[in-house]
C-alpha cells in the first residue's frame, strides 16, 4: 500500500542550526514528492516539489530537499533556521502518469526553534 | 487576489445541524478537492472534482456531500452533525488532477 511516513513528530533546533527533516515514502513506481509548511492557523504552503530531473530541489525559503531513490527518501533540508520557520512540515505523494490522483500526506513534523 | 478561499473560517454548531462550507478558486484551475485535518494533524482527501466531474470519492459518511456548480467553486454540505466531525476541512484546487495542490485557509469546524 502507498505510504509516506516521517519518523520524527516534534524536532527542535536552536535559531542558526541547520535542518533536516525526514521523509520516507512506500510507492509503486517513483511518485511526484512534495513539501509544504502550515504555520499556526493557516493553510498548507507549497515549499518545494520533485516531479523528474534533477534530484536536489530548492524551494521557497531557503529549504532545498534531495530525492534519494535508493532510499525511497525525501528530506527536507536548510542551512540556517529562523525562527519564523516554526511550523508543522508535511511531506507529501502524489500521482504520477497513471493510478491513483490521489495525494497521501505524512503525518508532519512540528518543528520548533529556540531563539 | 486570495488564490483559494474558503468561508466560514470558523463554524461552531451542534449536534444534528446541516452546515456548508464554500470554497472558490481564481487560479482557472480545472480540478478541487476537500481535506479533512483532525486533532492530529493528519490530513486525508474526502472528495475531489475535476471539470465538475467527481474522480475521488473516499470512504466518507454519505452525511457529506460534495457539490460543484462551477470549475471555480466547490462546496462541501454536512446534513446531522456529530462531534466527530470536528476538525479543519481545507478545499484545494490544482491545474489537473496530476499537478501541484494549492491550499486554502481551512474551515474550522467544532460541533459541540
Known amino acids: 500500500a502507498q505510504s509516506v511516513t516521517q519518523p520524527d513528530i516534534h524536532i527542535t533546533v536552536s535559531e542558526g542550526a541547520s535542518l533536516e527533516l525526514r521523509c520516507n515514502y512506500s510507492?509503486?513506481?517513483?511518485?511526484?514528492l512534495f513539501w509544504y509548511v502550515q504555520s499556526p492557523g493557516q493553510g498548507l504552503q507549497l515549499l518545494l516539489k520533485y516531479f523528474s530531473g534533477d534530484t536536489l530541489v530548492q524551494g521557497i525559503k531557503g529549504f532545498e530537499a534531495e530525492f534519494k531513490r535508493s532510499q525511497s527518501s525525501f528530506n527536507l533540508r536548510k542551512p540556517s533556521v529562523h525562527w519564523s520557520d516554526a511550523a508543522e512540515y508535511f511531506c507529501a505523494v502524489g500521482p504520477t502518469t497513471s493510478g491513483t490522483y490521489k495525494y497521501i500526506f505524512g503525518t508532519g513534523t512540528r518543528l520548533k526553534v529556540l531563539a | 487576489d486570495t488564490a483559494v478561499s474558503q468561508t466560514p473560517k470558523y463554524l461552531v454548531t451542534q449536534m444534528g445541524n446541516d452546515k456548508s462550507i464554500k470554497c472558490e478558486q481564481n487560479?482557472?484551475?480545472?480540478?478541487m478537492y476537500w481535506y479533512k485535518q483532525d486533532s492530529k494533524k493528519f490530513l486525508k482527501i474526502m472528495f475531489s472534482y475535476n471539470n465538475k466531474e467527481l474522480i475521488i470519492n473516499e470512504t466518507v459518511p454519505n452525511r457529506f456531500s460534495p457539490k460543484s456548480p462551477d470549475k471555480a467553486h466547490l462546496n462541501l454540505h454536512i446534513n446531522s452533525l456529530e462531534l466527530g466531525d470536528s476538525a479543519v476541512y481545507f478545499c484545494?484546487?490544482?491545474?489537473?488532477?496530476?499537478?501541484?495542490?494549492?491550499f486554502g485557509p481551512g474551515t474550522r469546524l467544532t460541533v459541540l
Open positions: 487560479l482557472g484551475h480545472d480540478t
Open positions: 484545494a484546487s490544482s491545474q489537473s488532477p496530476r499537478d501541484t495542490q494549492y
Open positions: 510507492y509503486g513506481a517513483t511518485p511526484y
